[in-house]
């Protein structure tokens, strides 16, 4: 299975943009300006040169990341991943969207959140596909978040199969959790997250 490699770097003096930079044999990608601050950002893991992209609000941040296929999600993020509902279309959005012969990966497969219990900024993460059931296989992942996103992650949910591991420094070294499907509160790992794999 492909695996791509994503480092997110600051790219403003003020350090509050996130700018992903590829594998070493890759050029970095070009800064994404105001990425990370406005709270509602999606990134696709599976690009050849990934930059989150945000927007105003929740809804329009999940009507990206599911190719427009749920342009009615709540306004509230935390409001919509208590929702069973709202997860389930989510699944089925996801089933729709798999394999598609198209430039959008539009398969949601995972939201990782600022605060506990599903609240305050997000960063909607997107593949070309979901993930394998095998946990010895690692299906995407994020190497190193950027100033805005290291030590944030306070809470977070997978989709389309997927489950997370959280480590405490860059490049999966440090303690880390176990892998799992979300988790409402990170307990010790609160603000800690320096890398993410999706497996």
Not at 98 to 121: K, T
Not at 144 to 164: I, K
Not at 172 to 178: C, H, L, N, V
């Amino acid at each position: 299975m492909r695996i791509r490699t994503l480092m997110l770097t600051s790219a403003t003096a003020l350090g509050l943009a996130l700018a992903p930079a590829v594998a070493p044999a890759q050029a970095a990608a070009a800064p994404v300006p105001g990425a990370g601050t406005s709270g509602h950002c999606v990134l696709d893991v599976s690009a050849e040169r990934p930059a989150p992209v945000c927007f105003g609000s929740f809804t329009e941040a999940i009507a990206r990341a599911t190719g427009g296929r749920i342009a009615d999600a709540p306004a509230d993020a935390g409001t919509a991943l208590k929702d069973a509902r709202f997860r389930a279309r989510v699944e089925d959005s996801n089933a729709r969207g798999a394999g598609r012969s198209n430039s959008l990966a539009d398969v949601l497969i995972g939201i990782e959140f600022e605060d506990s219990d599903f609240d305050d900024n997000e960063w909607v993460v997107t593949a070309a596909w979901g993930c394998t059931s095998s946990l010895a296989d690692v299906d995407w992942h994020v190497a190193e978040l950027g100033s805005y996103w290291n030590d944030q992650v306070g809470s977070y949910q997978t989709f389309s199969g997927c489950r997370a591991q959280h480590f405490e420094h860059s490049h999966f070294t440090g303690i880390s959790m176990a892998y799992d499907t979300g988790r409402a509160d990170m307990g010790w790992m609160d603000d800690e997250a320096s890398s993410i794999r999706w497996s």
